[in-house]
Nanobody, 124 residues
């Protein structure tokens, strides 16, 4: 069974940076065979896509709201995916979830495995 554990969340000021990490593990899990993504859910709102990266980092995708500010990356040797978040805004406040999908880029409806989430709070 695949497990995803996020870390790196916290409380910051607008304009600051944070880097989230997501460590993957599992008895039969081959990290490099999974697309990885980040999603977020703000209070009272639905969970939304943030970013995704393909198996060997060939392709990345971002939501319009974070494009140019956030960067997703992965280290297959460490079974870890990262989300570098720069120029943070109060509207980035949310619980951020790591997600894995075996057969393509993850969307809200097709994720194979979710992490437990990490809180990011950005104050103005």
């Amino acid at each position: 069974q695949v497990q995803l554990v996020e870390s790196g969340g916290g409380k910051v000021q607008a304009g600051d940076s944070l880097r989230l990490s997501c460590a993957a593990s599992g008895l039969t899990f081959t990290f490099s065979r999974y697309f990885m993504g980040w999603f977020r859910q703000a209070p009272g709102k639905e969970r939304e896509f943030v970013a995704a990266v393909s198996w060997h980092s060939t392709n990345t995708d971002y939501s319009n709201s974070v494009k140019g500010r956030f960067t997703i990356s992965r280290d297959n040797a460490k079974n870890t995916v990262y989300l570098q978040m720069n120029s943070l805004k109060p509207e980035d406040t949310a619980v951020y979830y790591c997600a894995a999908r075996r057969s393509g880029s993850p969307t809200i409806s097709n994720v194979d495995t979710w992490g437990q989430g990490t809180q990011v709070t950005v104050s103005s």
